[in-house]
């Protein structure tokens, strides 16, 4: 399949650039990396092995990009509002979308600018960062676990999950998208905002009990917000992710290094989308809220 990069940072540059290291055909959207990645490539620093690409199909504006089998949405959500006028020149009907961002609601929302295109979610199990113009540094992890929207984009999906092994990235199949994107905020929801407010990053929150208890009761709440959206997780999922964490390299998560660059947190699909969701079902969710709002006052002094 022929795949089209939207957003060349430490998601697109990482997972775009393994792919097209296996020879598969990937043409990277960059902005502020445009002319950077034109003449000297993509460096990829990665704890698998470091590679440099050369040679990087990369593009500036969508519309001067040719046709392709499936855009990768890897933007931050700060910029979905823009989204439908960035790849309307890419999609088609049948074209596969991968929303590769952290949140809710994303995937429903696309559909509708998009109705005939294959909308996939793609949550991604990653520490990467981008550290320069055209470089990423990947620290840890870095597998995919894939959703359709509509199960009859099922097949594609599969074929999708092939190209990315050839690629050596591990990816796997989820049924229920709605499930797979509560089980993603497990983690999301807790440990990106408070590396904000408290200022820390994942090893400095493991080692301190007052910030993990705090995880704790915030990663209870997101279980009662997914079990009253009708997705039961594994009732020892928020053991599982603090175990996980704590064994992870000390990592900085994307809104901190937003929150340290003062650009635009995401707060909407990753907070406010998840609360509205349990409040449809009756639940509130107070303590993400309280998280939610510090965020939000954080963001408003940028």
Same mark, same amino acid.
């Given at each position: 399949?022929?795949?089209?990069?939207?957003?060349?940072?430490? $998601?697109?540059?990482?997972?775009?650039?393994?792919?097209?290291?296996?020879?598969?055909?990937?043409?990277?959207?960059?902005?502020?990396?445009?002319?950077?990645?034109?003449?000297?490539?993509?460096?990829?620093?990665?704890?698998?092995?470091?590679?440099?690409?050369?040679?990087?199909?990369?593009?500036?504006?969508?519309?001067?990009?040719?046709?392709?089998? &499936?855009? =990768?949405?890897? +933007?931050?959500?700060?910029?979905?509002?823009?989204?439908?006028?960035?790849?309307?020149? +890419?999609?088609?009907?049948?074209?596969?979308?991968?929303?590769?961002?952290?949140?809710?609601? /994303?995937?429903?929302?696309?559909?509708?600018?998009?109705?005939?295109? &294959?909308?996939?979610?793609?949550?991604?199990? =990653?520490?990467?960062?981008?550290?320069?113009?055209?470089?990423?540094?990947?620290?840890?992890?870095?597998?995919?676990?894939?959703?359709?929207?509509?199960?009859?984009?099922?097949?594609?999906?599969?074929?999708? =999950?092939?190209?990315?092994?050839?690629?050596? $990235?591990?990816?796997?199949?989820?049924?229920?998208?709605?499930? &797979?994107?509560?089980?993603?905020?497990?983690?999301? =929801?807790?440990?990106?905002?408070?590396?904000?407010?408290?200022?820390?990053?994942?090893?400095?929150?493991?080692?301190?009990?007052?910030?993990?208890?705090?995880?704790?009761?915030?990663?209870?709440?997101?279980?009662?917000?997914?079990? &009253?959206?009708?997705?039961?997780?594994?009732?020892?999922?928020?053991?599982? $992710?603090?175990?996980?964490?704590?064994?992870?390299?000390?990592?900085?998560?994307?809104?901190?290094?937003?929150?340290?660059?003062?650009?635009?947190?995401?707060?909407? *699909?990753? *907070?406010?989308?998840?609360?509205?969701?349990?409040?449809?079902?009756?639940?509130?969710?107070?303590?993400?809220? /309280? +998280?939610?709002?510090?965020?939000?006052?954080?963001?408003?002094?940028?």
């Amino acid at each position: 399949m022929k795949y089209t990069v939207i957003g060349t940072g430490a $998601i697109g540059g990482y997972y775009g650039g393994k792919l097209a290291r296996a020879g598969l055909e990937v043409n990277f959207l960059a902005r502020s990396d445009y002319e950077h990645i034109k003449q000297k490539g993509l460096q990829i620093d990665s704890v698998y092995g470091d590679f440099h690409l050369n040679n990087v199909n990369v593009f500036s504006s969508a519309g001067e990009m040719p046709e392709t089998d &499936a855009v =990768i949405i890897s +933007l931050k959500t700060t910029s979905n509002r823009e989204l439908k006028n960035i790849i309307s020149p +890419l999609v088609k009907a049948g074209t596969a979308i991968l929303v590769l961002q952290n949140g809710l609601g /994303m995937e429903e929302e696309i559909q509708k600018d998009f109705p005939d295109a &294959a909308v996939i979610g793609g949550m991604c199990f =990653i520490c990467s960062q981008k550290r320069g113009h055209g470089h990423i540094v990947h620290m840890d992890e870095g597998s995919v676990n894939f959703s359709p929207l509509n199960e009859k984009h099922s097949v594609l999906m599969k074929n999708i =999950i092939d190209d990315f092994e050839k690629a050596e $990235i591990k990816a796997s199949y989820t049924e229920n998208l709605k499930s &797979a994107r509560w089980g993603k905020l497990l983690w999301n =929801i807790p440990f990106n905002g408070l590396s904000v407010v408290l200022n820390a990053n994942t090893s400095e929150i493991m080692n301190s009990e007052y910030a993990t208890s705090i995880a704790r009761m915030i990663l209870e709440e997101v279980m009662e917000g997914a079990e &009253a959206c009708g997705c039961t997780l594994h009732p020892d999922s928020p053991e599982r $992710i603090l175990k996980f964490t704590r064994k992870m390299v000390p990592y900085d998560p994307s809104m901190k290094l937003d929150f340290d660059s003062r650009r635009e947190l995401e707060i909407e *699909y990753i *907070y406010r989308n998840p609360i509205k969701e349990a409040e449809k079902h009756g639940v509130k969710l107070p303590l993400i809220k /309280m +998280l939610a709002d510090q965020l939000s006052f954080i963001n408003s002094r940028f």
